[in-house]
């Protein structure tokens, strides 16, 4: 699961092509067998990412939220059953759950005195039974669960899976007799930054010293490690030496140049856990 | 002066005679009539006698050290206190001295020979002001107006002595200019002078410490006034931090002058009689003329004269009469290494033998039988030197010829050499570890604060990454490429309270980095490693050749480089310059200060090593090592303390008037000092720690300004510091006195502090009357850490890494003559560069090791001692059980539990709970012997495990200990936890001490893979602690 650059531009290449549905995956998945599926997935949703990133400013611009809201007011006037936003979102390939937000605010916009406020949105976004407009919330309900990159549903399992891998690291540091402290040990500790472990006796890994391990249920690309590391890593770095990041769905092999530094990159939990012990002599 | 020496020579007064006549000023009964009455007559020239003296020989010298090698005395001081001038009135003579040049300018475009070449390298800190521009006074040249001249440099007139004017040779009549110093490697100019100007060869400088791209250092002036970088760059070469701005206009120009300058003196010089091959080119001056004219003792024209002025040399040399013993030693070895004379014009040669109207040195013969003669005198300085000097001294075919006994007694002391002065452990870059008791919420006042600090932390770090990662890029400019990121992150702290975090965080990590000696210069994060002194003289040779390819080959300082921030230390002067916060340095010297007065204060072990057992072998080779780091640790505080305390008042020059100065003092003299460092000397003094004391109190006098001398607080500092050098006489070992390394460390740092430039040159040579209030009462600690050898060589050569000048110097000498030397040692070991930086393959115990220091990392600092207690305790027990007859009942020093809590008590931290959960009302229980105390000690870290054992149940083994480590280090760890579970805790305890006292005792101190065990062991407590 660890890719050359070479190889993750390959499947990058590719992902521009295609439109975000899970058709366009399980193609990308017969196009790269070798790969697992959440290792493409999750290069998948990165990438997706970037590219709403680029075109974010083009929704945004009144006349384009102004031509949204009125094809969609056109739309559910001829048929409210239909849906009509997403539809309006594939074409014109923007994520389906970041319409519906744009669509909701400029609802919100003219139909309330006040403009509405973020937590307001989000908690509507969540829950669209709140929205004021039955047809609305069916259009944004839609639009969220057949979002497979964004909007609250997908937020929700990324976090599951998340917590998830946390457990699991949890379980195999238990099951490896390790002594750690957790985030929440941490930050009851009054810790600034708090990594998801902190090894109360540090290990060696590949001749490494480790003093903490952070988990990322992702796959590692330069875009995101070099966010986390400026975030994240260095910090951790900055307060308790070097550590280990496990990016569970792999990783960009180039990007592991930072070992000697004080960041070790695994896509697994580590095997050769060399542990302080008594026989040195 | 000149007729003290003739009458020596004359045999009128005996050396002895003349040298007590030197150094005391008291008469002394034991001079003949006659000696007195000679001496007397000549009573108001006592001062000037050991400069004149130093001046002669390098004036003498000068036609075989053309090259102009780094071995000036800075002797000019008598003159400054001329006995025709009124006495005592020291500013008098500071006035008559900054009046003597008022208009010195500091002309770059000087087209005179000598002018340029100072001018050049006065300039070189120089350009430094132009960085940045927000150092305040850091001016035109860096570091110092000393080189200028002295006044009187010549004033054997002015003393008015009628005996001297016949010495023409020492008193030329023309003092107009800079040439007035007596420098080494040129003879002052002069009509009188029987050497004309025109054939003063051009100074070029031994070839390894000479580059192009570095003209500013001059040789031939007092050593410390050049500023040779110790890095290839230029950007870092001041002292003060300011380096040049990339491609730097001056330099260039300074460059291109020099280059002129040496073709114009090709043109002048009489080239049949100085075959001076350096002149033409601009390569390094050694490459031209390496065959050495062979020295044969049968050809040494005045054996007996030579022999005497030797003596009279060594004399002044043992008596700590000369200001910097190893800048002597220096000079000494140049003579000996000497390769060949300038032809001396044939009438020079006919005077009398007997008197100093003939030069001193007529030949290579001379020079080297001179050298001989004070290196045989000086034996005992030479045996401690480093073992690969040793070897080079020992293999010198002169000095085999010359001496063979000497040869003998070198090479024994070669062979006995156990010490090799090795290359340090590269620096970790670690980060400071984060402590919640000092770093959480709870210790700022906001969330705002403590969220700004968190960002700062990671600021600061990614600033010091990205200087480690760029420092060595050629044209990265550390103020262009983070000053403003400094200068952001510094304007957030705005509470006091964020900037004492900031502090320490900033002195904590200044520490950790730049501590150890491999920060220094380290392989890693600091400068290149100094490839001439790893490779062998074998490969010298050929290093050279490769060398004048390069243009800027291996630099190296000189025997008395001037204060300099190696390696990562510059990280941290350049932060403190480009941040450029006053309240930052406040907070930064307040902090800085408390430290020095910490570690200056630090009780250390004072007993002797070889006690009544076996405990204080190791104990002993603790205390050195301990000693070793606090010395390091506060000379690294008290750098930074004198560089930032003493930056708003650096100057280039001493003021240029009289009255600009004196209000300059006025203002001065009524600030207090930012630490009370008088004090603490004295204080240091009393209690016989000078060699504590001092080292780094030279350290933070060498950032001295030039009004600090003036400043009666630390003129009397300086006086004291004297007054010290004075009393250190080397070939005194009485009982009670200070052993030999520890004075040769001090001896060392004091004459590189003697030779700094802002050291009031006149102070050495004065009369040393005003010392009677620093007549301190030593009595009063007999044993004090003087008296301890808690110096080795490895810290003497890494405090004074000049030393290995030396060294330098004789292998440059085999290099040019290896294929006639015949060495005893002709094994030629490869040797390779690879193993300097790179990471030594790891073994799985130095990954333990590694381990074991990561885990001590982030834990507070009170566990650290904590453990090596109990584990130094643990040890000495278990001795005391093997140990058949045992001295005496083992008594603690002090309450164990006291010590426990006396370390992390009052604080939140793990140890402290470690203290609470244990068996603390039970500390005046009566419990016999060792064992007990060991069981007190461990008994709260190891309940955890068992909440049902009872206080006092960690009782030592009766049975034999090693069997039971045996068994134990078979278990793995967890085994072992369970055991503690299921058995009795005392028994796991009793394993897991034994075992780790057995391996402390089978592989000896210092090896941290060996207490490993025992520190995990408590690591694992407090993990489930926490």
């Known amino acids: 699961m660890i890719l050359t650059k070479a190889q993750y531009d390959e499947i990058a290449q590719c992902l521009v092509s295609v439109p975000p549905t899970r058709q366009s995956l399980r193609k990308l998945k017969q196009r790269f067998p070798s790969q697992s599926q959440a290792t493409l997935l999750s290069i998948f949703s990165q990438e997706y990412q970037k590219h709403i990133k680029r075109t974010h400013a083009k929704h945004h611009t009144s006349e384009a939220i102004e031509n949204y809201y009125q094809r969609y007011l056109n739309g559910v006037v001829k048929n409210g059953a239909a849906p009509v936003l997403l539809e309006l979102a594939n074409e014109v390939d923007y994520a389906p759950s970041l319409m519906a937000r744009i669509i909701l605010e400029r609802f919100l916009q003219e139909h309330e005195e006040t403009p509405p406020s973020k937590s307001v949105i989000n908690s509507m976004l969540r829950d669209p039974s709140q929205i004021p407009d039955g047809v609305l919330a069916n259009q944004v309900y839609q639009c969220i669960v057949n979002d497979c990159c964004y909007g609250p549903l997908v937020d929700c399992i990324k976090h599951a899976i998340g917590h998830e891998h946390e457990v699991l690291l949890r379980d195999l540091l238990l099951e490896k007799n390790l002594s750690f402290l957790d985030e929440d040990q941490l930050r009851a500790k009054g810790y600034d930054k708090t990594p998801d472990f902190i090894l109360q006796v540090p290990v060696a890994v590949e001749g490494h010293i480790i003093h903490w391990i952070e988990s990322k249920a992702s796959f590692g690309d330069e875009c995101s490690h070099h966010a986390y590391l400026h975030d994240q890593f260095w910090s951790y770095w900055n307060r308790f030496g070097p550590g280990l990041v496990i990016y569970w769905y792999g990783f960009i092999q180039e990007l592991d140049c930072n070992r000697e530094r004080g960041i070790l990159l695994k896509a697994c939990f580590p095997t050769d856990i060399v542990t302080l012990c008594h026989s040195t002599a | ?1026």
């Not at chain 2, 003196?265 to 065959?291: K, Y």
């Not at chain 2, 007065?597 to 072998?617: K, M, T, Y």
Request: glycine fraction near 10%; charged fraction near 20%; charge should be neutral.
């Open chain 2, 1 to 1026: 002066m000149a007729a003290v020496l003739e009458s020596l020579l004359r045999e009128e007064v005996s050396v002895a005679a003349a040298v007590r006549w030197i150094a005391r000023s008291t008469q002394s009964s034991e001079e003949s009539p006659g000696e007195a009455a000679v001496l007397n007559s000549l009573r108001p020239l006592r001062k000037e006698f050991v400069p004149f003296l130093l001046n002669f020989l390098r004036e003498q010298s000068s036609r075989v050290l053309p090259q102009g090698p780094p071995t000036p005395a800075k002797a000019p001081g008598a003159s400054a206190a001329l006995p025709g001038r009124p006495g005592g009135q020291p500013r008098g003579g500071r006035g008559a001295r900054s009046q003597l040049f008022p208009t010195t300018e500091p002309s770059s475009t000087a087209a005179e020979a000598p002018l340029t070449r100072r001018g050049g390298r006065r300039r070189g800190p120089g350009p430094a002001r132009e960085r940045g521009g927000r150092a305040p006074g850091v001016p035109e040249e860096g570091v110092g107006g000393e080189s200028l001249s002295w006044p009187g440099g010549r004033r054997l007139k002015g003393s008015g002595s009628p005996s001297i004017p016949s010495l023409t040779l020492s008193d030329p009549p023309n003092l107009s200019n800079l040439e007035e110093f007596p420098p080494v490697g040129s003879v002052p100019p002069g009509p009188a002078g029987r050497t004309k100007p025109s054939r003063r060869i051009n100074p070029t400088p031994v070839s390894e410490e000479r580059s192009l791209s570095k003209p500013k250092i001059c040789f031939t002036s007092p050593p410390i006034s050049c500023v040779p970088s110790s890095q290839p760059s230029t950007l870092d070469t001041s002292p003060w931090g300011l380096g040049l701005p990339p491609g730097c206009r001056s330099l260039r120009e300074e460059r291109e002058m020099l280059r002129k300058e040496r073709s114009k003196q090709l043109q002048q010089s009489p080239t049949p009689a100085s075959p001076t091959p350096e002149l033409g080119t601009s390569l390094p001056s050694r490459t031209g003329s390496l065959t050495a004219e062979p020295a044969d003792p049968a050809r040494v024209s005045s054996p007996q004269r030579l022999e005497l002025v030797a003596l009279v040399y060594s004399s002044c040399i043992a008596e700590n009469l000369v200001p910097n013993l190893f800048l002597e030693l220096f000079f000494v070895f140049q003579l000996l290494t000497a390769r060949r004379m300038v032809a001396a014009k044939n009438s020079d040669l006919e005077l009398s033998q007997d008197s100093l109207e003939s030069p001193l040195f007529q030949s290579i013969h001379d020079c080297v039988f001179f050298a001989v003669q004070v290196l045989q005198h000086q034996f005992q300085v030479l045996s401690s030197l480093d073992k690969g000097t040793l070897k080079l001294l020992a293999e010198n075919e002169r000095l085999l010829c010359f001496s063979p006994a000497l040869q003998g007694r070198l090479r024994a002391a070669y062979e006995g050499s156990v010490a090799k002065v090795s290359l340090a452990m590269p620096p970790s870059a670690q980060a400071v570890s984060f402590q919640p008791e000092t770093d959480n919420r709870a210790n700022f006042s906001s969330d705002r604060a403590f969220h700004t600090f968190k960002k700062q932390r990671d600021v600061f770090y990614e600033v010091l990454r990205e200087w480690e990662d760029r420092h060595e890029e050629p044209g990265w400019d550390f103020e262009k490429g983070l000053g403003s990121r400094i200068r952001a992150m510094m304007g957030q702290l705005s509470a006091a309270c964020s900037h004492s975090h900031f502090v320490r965080l900033f002195q904590k990590q200044l520490l950790q980095m730049c501590q150890s000696p491999g920060g220094a210069g380290g392989t890693v994060l600091g400068e290149a490693p100094d490839v001439l002194s790893m490779l062998g003289a074998d490969k010298l040779g050929r290093l050279r050749r490769l060398q004048e390819r390069l243009v800027a080959p291996q630099s190296s300082g000189g025997p008395c480089p001037p204060p300099t921030f190696p390696g990562c230390q510059g990280f941290f002067r350049d932060f403190i310059l480009s941040a450029s916060s006053f309240q930052f340095n406040q907070h930064l010297m307040d902090s800085l200060s408390l430290k020095i007065r910490e570690l200056n204060g630090l009780a250390l072990p004072q007993h002797e090593p070889g006690d009544e057992d076996g405990e204080s072998d190791v104990d002993w080779q603790g205390a050195r090592r301990q000693f070793a780091v606090v010395l390091l640790s506060l000379r690294l505080l008290a750098k930074f303390l004198g560089f930032v305390a003493f930056l708003p008042y650096r100057g280039p020059e001493p003021p240029p008037t009289r009255e600009l100065q004196d209000s300059i003092l006025a203002l001065r003299s009524q600030v207090p000092p930012v630490l009370d460092v008088q004090a603490l000397l004295q204080q240091g003094l009393r209690a016989r720690r000078a060699v504590l004391t001092v080292p780094w109190l030279v350290e933070f006098l060498s950032f001295a300004d030039h009004i600090v001398p003036l400043l009666d607080y630390y003129r009397s500092i300086f006086t004291l510091l004297l007054h010290v050098h004075r009393s250190l006489v080397l070939s005194q070992d009485n009982e009670g006195e200070m052993c030999f390394l520890n004075k040769l460390l001090l001896l060392a740092v004091l004459g590189w502090l003697f030779q700094i430039p802002t050291f009031p040159e006149d102070l050495f040579f004065l009369e040393e009357g005003q010392v009677d209030a620093l007549e301190v009462d030593t009595a009063a600690s007999e044993h004090g850490l003087d008296s301890v050898p808690v110096v080795d060589q490895q810290l003497l050569y890494i405090c004074c890494p000049y030393i290995g000048e030396l060294r330098k110097l004789l292998a440059s000498w085999v290099s040019g003559s290896s294929g006639r030397s015949g060495g005893f040692v002709r094994k030629i070991t490869p040797t390779t560069t690879t193993g300097l930086g790179a990471q030594a393959p790891q073994t799985s115990q130095g990954l333990q090791a590694q381990l074991a220091q990561a885990f001590f990392h982030n834990q507070p600092p009170s566990l650290r001692r904590t453990v090596e207690f109990v584990a130094e305790r643990i040890g000495s027990n278990c001795v005391k059980h093997i140990n058949p007859f045992p001295t005496h009942p083992f008594q603690l020093p002090q309450n164990p539990l006291s010590l426990l809590q006396g370390d992390a008590g009052g604080r939140s931290g793990a140890p402290g709970r470690v203290t609470s959960s244990g068996a603390a009302g039970d500390t005046g229980t009566e419990r016999g012997r060792s064992s007990p105390v060991v069981g007190d000690l461990v008994f709260p870290a190891v309940s955890p495990w068992d909440p049902g054992i009872e206080p006092g149940a960690g009782v030592l083994p009766k049975e034999e200990p090693w069997g039971c480590a045996g068994t134990a280090s078979r278990g793995d760890p967890s085994s072992c936890t369970k055991q503690c579970r299921e058995h009795s805790c005392g028994a796991c305890n009793r394993k897991s001490m034994c075992l780790a006292v057995g391996q402390h005792y089978r592989l000896g101190p210092g090896k941290w893979g060996t207490e490993s065990d025992l520190e995990r062991w408590i690591g694992r407590v407090l993990g489930s602690l926490g």
